[in-house]
């Protein structure tokens, strides 16, 4: 894919992979040598667009939009203004922040930041390098930059848009000039995407001198193929089943869809991004509450749907969104919700475990069909790490999926996306799905080196990928998996696939935590602890760590990580620190944490 | 090692006197089973590998391993212990088992359901009420049988004392036990097994000691029996028999039950001579490549049994005596109170199944801790898997006699045939069961308790066993009538025990299914109900009247019906 081009120094002898060079020869069939000559001339300015990443700048006034992404969406925003500006011949060079060369800041002139903000108010993985750089001693001044910063948010996370709000302030704080205030989207981050890359671009045709070479404004668009959130590819369902005994608190999933090899590529690590149908049942109940029929006609940005359908599948109920709530309060005139939105510490606890469905029912209020469609949200995709390989299952993608269910305010709840995929999918079914990457989460560049994979429930779901993938290609290294869950018989996922890799000596050691088998009971950071001699052997070794899942079991493996290099590094603490740092920075310490 | 020696053999030889790779298989989170051949091994410590086969294929639907867990069957001579001791079995079973306690054919209790990490604790937790389960199962001499004869103490005690000597004797001398359970220390210098060599028997084996006119021990089932010959209350000494057994395979005309032979008399100090020279004949002349073909019994019909008895005549010294003429009544237990004539009393209660536990229906479980925190004598298990509170002063009767009727513990309105019948553990645990027996059994008999009622035979005893597989647990082919498991829901169908257990019941009609089987019976107790001589056993009627023949060389086409 086009960040495999970006990330290798100098072309290699052939950057295409074969799909790509498919793709490329279909797009220049049947051209005539002269529109041949042209395109040559125009794919030349695309590559000026992108030049390959870590090479020096040579000193003009070129302008970089670096981005920050996990899920995709700061990417999109960036590629989009890139396309804009190319569109209007201005010279860019867009890059991901992992990719960036740190002491090309200090040449910057014009620097355009797309940035959301992960697990609570981190950046994401691939921004961690630039924060610790603009934080350290070795920060450089920055009294000739420009820049102008764009986050991605969710206001219902308490540090809305902190990597965004903190980057902003490094960058000041090192002497750079933002060219106007840092803008903050949350969830429904469109419209004001496309207003903020209006005023970029007017700005940086200012800023583009005379002389340079413009490009003839063609969209990119058309003749790149890629899924992605705004142009999902259509999979079907070939099968679900339970993955966790019936007596498990926790109902697991497996997941298999099938997909079309030539559309879709991923690869270990990646996530699949996906749009769900809501329950019919909560559409039922909203409609009856509302008392609005279920094929009143209602508009979403142009498109005209029954208002059944867009509860269905366009709009947002089973997060229960800050704004929505701010909305509600405007329409319903309730005083106890307009005292609510004006204070955001109560909002996000009020809306914490509840669900749209929660205000119609405490607060009722008059609303027609388009104002209904208006006030909620459109549907936020979810994430799922892929838990296969393409190289065992070519035209197949699984997912490990956990119903996520809890009970708040008189109500059993279920989660939107999760509820759909383990309850009311069926074989057969259509499912509208797009491919995450997350270079930051990579098997080892050398089929040799070791790795160490822990997880926490579905957090194992990326290692069975792995797994698959060094088994397809016959790779060599050593592996090591370290699982935690509730139960030994109940709630061990994948057991038989590991015990067999275990067998075919691909998996060379198991470490296991349950949690709630008496006689037994332990978490992963502890049984990492207690395998701290052996951990650090590997580690000395070359391992590459993994860690993948929720972020309090990702905190606590950090914690137990610093013991460790304590304990067997005799490392003091700040050192230790550092020695995990150096990890990180090696990418021998990878984290997907949701 | 010839090549085509049977696996297990080299199994044993490479285990290291019984260690294997246990602690390994032990250590290992990943998995609820041991490692293979440690599977093999861990039954020579007692226990057996076993999985939840109702929930086999849901399981594997679900990428989680087989519901993995272990039976540990311990040994108990005679199947004596003390309530001190049972209220430790008790509270084991409670809290580290599936929660039931199972009493076995074989006069012991066995755990089901306990998990691998489970394993040691537990075997310390029996250790420390001086219980063990060396050689519970495996190649080896297992429980030894002893009737648990109550209304003759004096004579029941120096019995059961021999009986105790020759399961001491036979067993394996490894510390393996210790060191891998007991955290015990190495001996130093090198091991040996006088008795059994490092690759122990090519088989499991069986002994027994009764006391007639009681063949609840079923001796002749035995591989090696003892029948003990009395005088009033002294022992002259035992009658000895050999070569018996039940397990046998379906269609498998080379496989068959087969009575024990009688040897000869030998006097009481010449019993543990003879034990171990019938072992080492076996250990040295029995089938090392074949384990279907590995029992004694199949050793015998080898050898002969002129030649077998000269061996074990040579090997113990000793020249057998003609053997005594005795008696045997019956095969059941007499439930309910006896005295001893030394003013003790003893308690036989009904268990059905053997099945120990606490269900909405009874409090087996609640009922025989509180007997045993009352009282002071011991408890017997019997061959038929009920329970004796034995040695009850006269004071105390009617304190344990209201516990036990509480707890629905006394047989007391239990039909004659109910009462005289028993079915093997087969489904869920039984790897090897093709069909239900212990969870079926209760309700197949009470459809049999309603036809014997309607044809008026209901207050004659008959002796039934159903077994889940041709493997014979419940001695099935020495029942008047045995079910013996062919498939879901089939069974064939044996018929012409003795009531006695010195008689091999015939297979009458293969694979049936309930109907089927209830069908054939009301025709056959239509007839028994008309035609039977007064006091005439169902048994001893089939074969009177020719309904099966009787079995006189039992290698001869077993599998036949009719
Ligand atoms: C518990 C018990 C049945 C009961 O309901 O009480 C039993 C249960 C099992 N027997 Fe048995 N046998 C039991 C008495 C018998 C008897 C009766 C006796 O010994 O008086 C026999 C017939 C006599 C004989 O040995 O011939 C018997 C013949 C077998 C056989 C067939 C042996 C053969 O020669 O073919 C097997 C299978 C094997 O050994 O390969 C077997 C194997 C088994 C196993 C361990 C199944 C297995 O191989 O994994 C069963 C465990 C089931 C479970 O989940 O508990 N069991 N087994 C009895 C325990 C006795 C004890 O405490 O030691
Ligand atoms: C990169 C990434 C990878 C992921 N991989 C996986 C994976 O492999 N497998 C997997 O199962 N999930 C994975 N997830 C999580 C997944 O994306 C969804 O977040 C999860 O399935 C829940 O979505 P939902 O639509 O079912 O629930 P939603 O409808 O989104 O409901 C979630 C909302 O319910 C409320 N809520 C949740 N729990 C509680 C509670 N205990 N008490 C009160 N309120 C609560 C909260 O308001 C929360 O916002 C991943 C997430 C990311 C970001
Ligand atoms: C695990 C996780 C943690 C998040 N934490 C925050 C947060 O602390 N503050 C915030 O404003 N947004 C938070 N968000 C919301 C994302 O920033 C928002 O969805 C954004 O659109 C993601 O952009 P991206 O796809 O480029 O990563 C979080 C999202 C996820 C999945
Ligand atoms: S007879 Fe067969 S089914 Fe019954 S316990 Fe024995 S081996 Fe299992």
């Given at each position: 894919m086009d960040n495999t081009a970006k990330t290798t120094e100098g072309l290699p002898s052939r950057p295409l992979d074969g799909l790509q060079l498919s793709r490329l020869q279909q797009a220049v069939e049947g051209l005539s040598s002269e529109q041949l000559a042209w395109a040559s001339g125009y794919l030349a300015g695309l590559g000026a667009v992108e030049p390959a990443a870590g090479t020096a700048l040579n000193e003009n006034r070129e302008v970089t939009i670096l981005y920050a992404t996990q899920g995709g969406n700061a990417r999109s925003v960036a590629e989009a203004l890139a396309e804009n500006a190319t569109?209007?011949?201005?010279?860019?060079?867009?890059?991901?922040?992992?990719?960036?060369?740190?002491?090309?800041?200090?040449?910057?002139?014009?620097?355009?930041?797309?940035?959301?903000?992960?697990?609570?108010?981190?950046?994401?993985?691939?921004?961690?390098?630039?924060?610790?750089?603009?934080?350290?001693?070795?920060?450089?001044?920055?009294?000739?930059?420009?820049?102008?910063?764009?986050?991605?948010?969710?206001?219902?996370?308490?540090?809305?848009?902190?990597?965004?709000?903190?980057?902003?302030?490094?960058?000041r704080m090192h002497g750079a000039q933002a060219l106007f205030e840092r803008v903050d989207a949350d969830v429904d981050f469109q419209q004001l995407s496309s207003n903020w890359q209006g005023r970029i671009l007017k700005i940086l045709e200012k800023q583009q001198p005379s002389d340079q070479a413009t490009i003839i404004p063609l969209q990119r668009g058309h003749a790149r193929v890629r899924y992605d959130r705004n142009q999902p590819f259509q999979a079907e369902l070939l099968e679900r089943r339970r993955i966790t005994s019936i007596d498990a608190v926790c109902n697991v999933q497996h997941i298999s869809l099938e997909i079309d090899p030539q559309s879709i590529r991923y690869r270990p690590g990646d996530a699949l991004g996906l749009f769900f149908m809501n329950d019919p049942a909560m559409i039922e109940e909203i409609l009856s509450l509302t008392g609005l029929s279920a094929?009143?006609?209602?508009?979403?940005?142009?498109?005209?749907?029954?208002?059944?359908?867009?509860?269905?599948?366009?709009?947002?109920?089973?997060?229960?969104?800050?704004?929505?709530?701010?909305?509600?309060?405007?329409?319903?005139?309730?005083?106890?919700?307009?005292?609510?939105?004006?204070?955001?510490?109560?909002?996000?606890?009020?809306?914490?475990?509840?669900?749209?469905?929660?205000?119609l029912q405490s607060y009722p209020a008059e609303v027609d069909a388009q104002g209904l469609a208006r006030i909620l949200q459109a549907q936020q995709p979810r994430l799922y790490s892929i838990a296969s390989s393409q190289a065992a299952y070519e035209d197949e993608i699984h997912l490990t999926v956990a119903a996520l269910r809890y009970r708040?305010?008189?109500?059993?709840?279920?989660?939107?996306?999760?509820?759909?995929?383990?309850?009311?999918?069926?074989?057969?079914?259509?499912?509208?799905?797009?491919?995450?990457?997350?270079?930051?989460?990579?098997?080892?560049?050398?089929?040799?080196?070791?790795?160490?994979?822990?997880?926490?429930?579905?957090?194992i779901a990326p290692y069975r990928a792995f797994l698959q993938e060094r088994e397809a290609l016959g790779c060599a290294g050593d592996s090591w998996l370290v699982f935690g869950n509730r139960h030994f018989h109940r709630d061990f996922l994948y057991q038989s696939e590991w015990l067999n890799y275990r067998r075919a000596g691909l998996l060379n050691r198991i470490s296991l935590a349950f949690s709630r088998d008496e006689g037994a009971r332990t978490y992963v950071q502890a049984r990492l602890y207690e395998d701290r001699a052996e951990l650090y052997r590997w580690l000395q070794e070359g391992a590459q760590l993994y860690v993948c899942g929720g972020v309090e079991m990702e905190r606590g493996v950090c914690q137990s990580l610093l013991a460790i290099a304590q304990d067997q590094g005799g490392l003091h603490e700040e050192a230790a620190v550092?020695?995990?740092?150096?990890?990180?920075?090696?990418?021998?310490?990878?984290?997907?944490?949701? | 090692?010839?090549?085509?020696?049977?696996?297990?053999?080299?199994?044993?030889?490479?285990?290291?006197?019984?260690?294997?790779?246990?602690?390994?298989?032990?250590?290992?989170?990943?998995?609820?089973?041991?490692?293979?051949?440690?599977?093999?091994?861990?039954?020579?410590?007692?226990?057996?590998?076993?999985?939840?086969?109702?929930?086999?294929?849901?399981?594997?639907?679900?990428?989680?391993?087989?519901?993995?867990?272990?039976?540990?069957?311990?040994?108990?001579?005679?199947?004596?212990?003390?309530?001190?001791?049972?209220?430790?079995?008790?509270?084991?079973?409670?809290?580290?088992?599936?929660?039931?306690?199972?009493?076995?054919?074989?006069?012991?209790?066995?755990?089901?359901?306990?998990?691998?990490?489970?394993?040691?604790?537990?075997?310390?937790?029996?250790?420390?009420?001086?219980?063990?389960?060396?050689?519970?199962?495996?190649?080896?001499?297992?429980?030894?049988?002893?009737?648990?004869?109550?209304?003759?103490?004096?004579?029941?005690?120096?019995?059961?004392?021999?009986?105790?000597?020759?399961?001491e004797h036979l067993l394996p001398k490894t510390r393996a036990y210790h060191e891998i359970w007991l955290d015990g220390k190495p001996v130093a210098g090198g091991e040996s097994e006088p008795v059994y060599g490092k690759t122990y028997l090519p088989r499991k084996f069986k002994t027994a000691v009764a006391i007639p006119p009681h063949n609840d021990v079923d001796v002749y089932t035995n591989d090696l029996g003892f029948v003990s010959i009395a005088e009033g209350d002294r022992l002259l000494g035992f009658n000895v028999l050999a070569g018996g057994g039940m397990g046998?395979?379906?269609?498998?005309?080379?496989?068959?039950?087969?009575?024990?032979?009688?040897?000869?008399?030998?006097?009481?100090?010449?019993?543990?001579?003879?034990?171990?020279?019938?072992?080492?004949?076996?250990?040295?002349?029995?089938?090392?490549?074949?384990?279907?073909?590995?029992?004694?019994?199949?050793?015998?019909?080898?050898?002969?049994?002129?030649?077998?008895?000269?061996?074990?005549?040579?090997?113990?010294?000793?020249?057998?005596?003609?053997?005594?003429?005795?008696?045997?009544?019956?095969?059941?237990?007499?439930?309910?109170?006896?005295?001893?004539?030394q003013g003790r009393w003893h308690l036989t209660l009904y268990i059905e199944n053997g099945r120990v536990a606490d269900t909405p229906?009874?409090?087996?479980?609640?009922?025989?801790?509180?007997?045993?925190?009352?009282?002071?004598?011991?408890?017997?298990?019997?061959?038929?898997?009920?329970?004796?509170?034995?040695?009850?002063?006269?004071?105390?009767?009617a304190t344990?006699?209201?516990?036990?009727?509480?707890?629905?513990?006394?047989?007391?309105?239990?039909?004659?045939?109910?009462?005289?019948?028993?079915?093997?553990?087969?489904?869920?645990?039984?790897?090897?069961?093709?069909?239900?027996?212990?969870?079926?059994?209760?309700?197949?008999?009470?459809?049999?308790?309603?036809?014997?009622?309607?044809?008026?035979i209901d207050r004659q005893a008959i002796v039934m066993r159903m077994t889940g597989c041709p493997n014979g647990c419940a001695r099935p082919y020495v029942a008047e009538i045995g079910l013996v498991g062919k498939g879901p829901g089939r069974y064939n169908l044996q018929l012409g025990g003795a009531g006695t257990g010195l008689r091999l019941n015939r297979l009458f009609r293969k694979n049936l299914n309930e109907s089927e089987l209830l069908q054939t019976l009301d025709g056959l107790f239509c007839i028994y109900a008309s035609d039977r001589l007064p006091e005439e056993r169902f048994g001893d009627f089939v074969v009177r009247r020719g309904l099966v023949n009787r079995v006189v060389n039992p290698a001869e086409a077993p599998h036949e019906s009719a």
């Amino acid at each position: 894919m086009d960040n495999t081009a970006k990330t290798t120094e100098g072309l290699p002898s052939r950057p295409l992979d074969g799909l790509q060079l498919s793709r490329l020869q279909q797009a220049v069939e049947g051209l005539s040598s002269e529109q041949l000559a042209w395109a040559s001339g125009y794919l030349a300015g695309l590559g000026a667009v992108e030049p390959a990443a870590g090479t020096a700048l040579n000193e003009n006034r070129e302008v970089t939009i670096l981005y920050a992404t996990q899920g995709g969406n700061a990417r999109s925003v960036a590629e989009a203004l890139a396309e804009n500006a190319t569109a209007r011949g201005v010279v860019s060079r867009l890059v991901s922040a992992d990719n960036y060369r740190l002491k090309d800041l200090a040449k910057e002139r014009l620097l355009i930041v797309v940035i959301s903000t992960q697990g609570e108010g981190e950046p994401p993985e691939s921004a961690i390098e630039l924060f610790r750089y603009l934080q350290g001693k070795k920060a450089p001044r920055l009294d000739e930059l420009k820049y102008a910063v764009f986050g991605l948010g969710d206001s219902s996370y308490e540090q809305f848009c902190q990597a965004a709000r903190e980057l902003d302030e490094l960058l000041r704080m090192h002497g750079a000039q933002a060219l106007f205030e840092r803008v903050d989207a949350d969830v429904d981050f469109q419209q004001l995407s496309s207003n903020w890359q209006g005023r970029i671009l007017k700005i940086l045709e200012k800023q583009q001198p005379s002389d340079q070479a413009t490009i003839i404004p063609l969209q990119r668009g058309h003749a790149r193929v890629r899924y992605d959130r705004n142009q999902p590819f259509q999979a079907e369902l070939l099968e679900r089943r339970r993955i966790t005994s019936i007596d498990a608190v926790c109902n697991v999933q497996h997941i298999s869809l099938e997909i079309d090899p030539q559309s879709i590529r991923y690869r270990p690590g990646d996530a699949l991004g996906l749009f769900f149908m809501n329950d019919p049942a909560m559409i039922e109940e909203i409609l009856s509450l509302t008392g609005l029929s279920a094929d009143a006609p209602v508009s979403l940005n142009g498109e005209s749907l029954t208002l059944a359908r867009a509860l269905g599948e366009r709009l947002e109920l089973t997060q229960l969104h800050p704004n929505v709530v701010k909305a509600w309060s405007a329409l319903s005139a309730v005083p106890e919700l307009a005292a609510l939105s004006q204070d955001g510490e109560k909002l996000r606890a009020f809306v914490g475990a509840r669900q749209f469905i929660d205000l119609l029912q405490s607060y009722p209020a008059e609303v027609d069909a388009q104002g209904l469609a208006r006030i909620l949200q459109a549907q936020q995709p979810r994430l799922y790490s892929i838990a296969s390989s393409q190289a065992a299952y070519e035209d197949e993608i699984h997912l490990t999926v956990a119903a996520l269910r809890y009970r708040g305010h008189g109500r059993d709840r279920l989660g939107g996306a999760s509820g759909y995929l383990t309850q009311r999918i069926s074989e057969g079914d259509p499912l509208h799905v797009y491919v995450v990457e997350n270079p930051s989460f990579r098997l080892p560049a050398s089929a040799d080196t070791p790795i160490i994979m822990v997880a926490a429930g579905t957090g194992i779901a990326p290692y069975r990928a792995f797994l698959q993938e060094r088994e397809a290609l016959g790779c060599a290294g050593d592996s090591w998996l370290v699982f935690g869950n509730r139960h030994f018989h109940r709630d061990f996922l994948y057991q038989s696939e590991w015990l067999n890799y275990r067998r075919a000596g691909l998996l060379n050691r198991i470490s296991l935590a349950f949690s709630r088998d008496e006689g037994a009971r332990t978490y992963v950071q502890a049984r990492l602890y207690e395998d701290r001699a052996e951990l650090y052997r590997w580690l000395q070794e070359g391992a590459q760590l993994y860690v993948c899942g929720g972020v309090e079991m990702e905190r606590g493996v950090c914690q137990s990580l610093l013991a460790i290099a304590q304990d067997q590094g005799g490392l003091h603490e700040e050192a230790a620190v550092e020695y995990i740092e150096s990890l990180r920075r090696q990418g021998r310490y990878q984290r997907d944490v949701y | 090692m010839d090549i085509k020696v049977n696996p297990n053999e080299l199994i044993k030889a490479n285990s290291r006197y019984l260690r294997g790779t246990l602690r390994k298989s032990l250590a290992d989170q990943a998995s609820g089973a041991l490692m293979p051949d440690d599977a093999q091994i861990s039954k020579f410590h007692g226990f057996y590998e076993q999985d939840d086969r109702d929930q086999r294929l849901e399981r594997q639907r679900q990428f989680l391993e087989p519901y993995y867990s272990f039976m540990l069957r311990a040994r108990l001579p005679g199947g004596i212990c003390t309530p001190q001791q049972w209220l430790a079995i008790d509270a084991v079973g409670r809290e580290m088992g599936n929660g039931t306690i199972r009493l076995t054919t074989r006069q012991t209790f066995q755990y089901h359901g306990i998990l691998k990490r489970n394993l040691k604790p537990l075997i310390r937790r029996i250790n420390q009420a001086m219980i063990d389960s060396i050689g519970g199962c495996g190649d080896v001499n297992r429980n030894v049988l002893c009737n648990p004869n109550p209304e003759r103490s004096a004579l029941h005690g120096e019995v059961y004392h021999w009986a105790r000597r020759i399961s001491e004797h036979l067993l394996p001398k490894t510390r393996a036990y210790h060191e891998i359970w007991l955290d015990g220390k190495p001996v130093a210098g090198g091991e040996s097994e006088p008795v059994y060599g490092k690759t122990y028997l090519p088989r499991k084996f069986k002994t027994a000691v009764a006391i007639p006119p009681h063949n609840d021990v079923d001796v002749y089932t035995n591989d090696l029996g003892f029948v003990s010959i009395a005088e009033g209350d002294r022992l002259l000494g035992f009658n000895v028999l050999a070569g018996g057994g039940m397990g046998a395979t379906h269609d498998d005309p080379t496989t068959f039950p087969r009575l024990a032979d009688e040897l000869g008399f030998i006097p009481p100090q010449q019993t543990l001579a003879v034990a171990e020279a019938v072992v080492g004949v076996q250990r040295d002349f029995g089938d090392r490549v074949s384990r279907r073909h590995a029992r004694l019994k199949y050793t015998i019909e080898r050898l002969g049994l002129a030649a077998f008895v000269t061996e074990v005549e040579r090997r113990a010294g000793l020249r057998f005596e003609p053997v005594r003429s005795v008696r045997f009544t019956g095969q059941g237990d007499r439930y309910g109170w006896v005295e001893d004539g030394q003013g003790r009393w003893h308690l036989t209660l009904y268990i059905e199944n053997g099945r120990v536990a606490d269900t909405p229906g009874a409090k087996l479980m609640s009922g025989l801790r509180e007997i045993a925190g009352n009282h002071r004598g011991d408890f017997r298990i019997t061959p038929n898997q009920n329970l004796i509170v034995a040695g009850v002063p006269e004071d105390q009767k009617a304190t344990i006699e209201a516990i036990a009727r509480r707890h629905d513990l006394l047989a007391e309105d239990r039909s004659p045939t109910r009462l005289a019948s028993i079915a093997c553990v087969a489904l869920p645990t039984c790897p090897q069961a093709m069909a239900e027996a212990e969870r079926y059994f209760p309700e197949f008999l009470r459809k049999i308790e309603e036809m014997a009622g309607r044809h008026g035979i209901d207050r004659q005893a008959i002796v039934m066993r159903m077994t889940g597989c041709p493997n014979g647990c419940a001695r099935p082919y020495v029942a008047e009538i045995g079910l013996v498991g062919k498939g879901p829901g089939r069974y064939n169908l044996q018929l012409g025990g003795a009531g006695t257990g010195l008689r091999l019941n015939r297979l009458f009609r293969k694979n049936l299914n309930e109907s089927e089987l209830l069908q054939t019976l009301d025709g056959l107790f239509c007839i028994y109900a008309s035609d039977r001589l007064p006091e005439e056993r169902f048994g001893d009627f089939v074969v009177r009247r020719g309904l099966v023949n009787r079995v006189v060389n039992p290698a001869e086409a077993p599998h036949e019906s009719a």
